[in-house]
Nanobody, 126 residues
Framework: QVQLVESGGGLVQAGDSLRLSCVLS????????MGWFRQAPGKEREIVAA????????YYTDSVKGRFTISRDNAKNTVYLQMSSLKPEDTAVYYC???????????????????WGQGTQVTVSS
């Protein structure tokens, strides 16, 4: 059974940086594309970034391009989301998700993901 555990969230000020981590256990990590999603209060969950199984392809939603970087370390079963120049509108619960498949491009729609973590809160104060 796949388990995803996120860490690294917290309270930061606008302009600060934060790195989220997500560890997958229970299955072979490099058979999964990985995504980071977020849900702000009163809003629907949205994709932030995604990476395919070998790190060869990535996706970013427009609002985070140039500020966030997704990466993965298959030896450590971990996907990261490096967040820089954080803004108050980045405040949300951040979730990582796993999509089984060695695809050339990562999935970008949440219902296409098979497993989800519990989420980690990121709060950016102005």
């Amino acid at each position: 059974q796949v388990q995803l555990v996120e860490s690294g969230g917290g309270l930061v000020q606008a302009g600060d940086s934060l790195r989220l981590s997500c560890v997958l256990s229970g299955r072979t990590f490099n058979r999964y594309g990985m995504g980071w999603f977020r849900q702000a209060p009163g809003k629907e969950r949205e994709i932030v970034a995604a990476i395919n199984w070998n790190g060869g392809a990535t996706y970013y939603t427009d609002s985070v391009k140039g500020r966030f970087t997704i990466s993965r370390d298959n030896a450590k079963n971990t996907v990261y989301l490096q967040m820089s120049s954080l803004k108050p509108e980045d405040t949300a619960v951040y979730y990582c998700a796993a999509d089984y498949g060695s695809r050339s491009s990562p999935r970008t729609v949440q219902y296409e993901y098979d497993y989800w973590g519990q989420g980690t809160q990121v709060t950016v104060s102005s």
